[in-house]
């Protein structure tokens, strides 16, 4: 078992662009959550996805949003892109039946550049 | 609100020496505490939580509500131990989220 996948692993955008990130979480697992951790910060949550809807949302804007699949994949897209957007983008997987002892595995990060 | 601080952002110690990562935070509920490593060229992951009660690689972190407080704790330092260090805390029992201090970074010079 990989783990928690993501792709890609690096990404340079300009100002206004989309960009859609990608998610693949671990095996056995049906939970994702995303995370955007700018450089010198700890993660910052951005929304959790569960049964293919967004079950919690952090503080971000509407530029922000998600998908999750069927095979519990998931998707972060970020629309008219910022220069405070450069980040790293973390993804985090768990189960859904284990949330009173769940255990998030987190995925090696997508480092998005806004220029 | 929902806060964590970790005042020092660097902490170099000597091995052998005891170690004490500070962390406080801010809320008004029962709050679940966690630490997350990182170490280098590694992924985020879990190190104790405070539900457990347990000791990781020799760390241990008490959950002291009175100062808001879970430092996480080590009697001797080993230079495996050098990595970056989060302390994070779950507002909702069950819930995903998770909030985040600023992280540790932790050197252990031989």
């Known amino acids: 078992d990989a783990g928690v996948t993501q792709s890609p692993t690096h990404l340079i955008k300009t100002r206004g662009q989309q960009v859609t990130l990608r998610c693949s979480p671990k095996?056995?697992?049906?939970?994702v959550s995303w995370y955007q951790q700018a450089l010198g910060q700890g993660p910052q949550f951005i929304f959790q996805?569960?049964?293919?809807?967004?079950?919690q949302r952090g503080n971000f804007p509407d530029r922000f949003s998600g998908h999750q699949f069927p095979n519990y994949s998931s998707e972060l897209n970020v629309n008219a892109l910022l220069l405070g957007d450069s980040a790293l983008y973390l993804c985090?997987?768990?189960?859904?039946?284990?949330?009173?002892?769940?255990?998030?595995?987190f995925g090696p990060g997508t480092r998005l550049t806004v220029l | 609100a929902q806060r964590v601080t970790q005042p020092e952002k660097l902490l170099s110690v000597f091995k052998g020496a005891p170690v004490e990562l500070k962390c406080n935070y801010s809320?008004?509920?029962?709050?679940?505490l966690f630490w997350y490593v990182q170490y280098s060229r590694q992924r985020l992951q879990l190190l104790l939580r405070?539900?457990s009660r347990e000791s990781i690689k020799g760390f241990t972190a008490d959950l002291n509500k009175g100062e808001t407080s879970f430092h996480l704790k080590k009697p001797f330092a080993q230079e495996e131990d050098s990595a970056m260090y989060y302390c994070?805390?779950?507002?909702?029992?069950?819930?995903?989220?998770?909030?985040f201090g600023q992280g540790t970074r932790l050197t252990i010079n031989p």
């Open positions: 985090a997987s768990s189960r859904y039946s284990d949330n009173w002892n769940n255990e998030q595995f």
């Open positions: 095996s056995g697992h049906d939970t």
């Open positions: 996805y569960y049964e293919e809807e967004e079950r």
């Open positions: 809320y008004s509920g029962s709050p679940e």
């Open positions: 405070h539900i």
């Open positions: 994070a805390l779950r507002p909702i029992q069950g819930a995903q989220k998770l909030v």
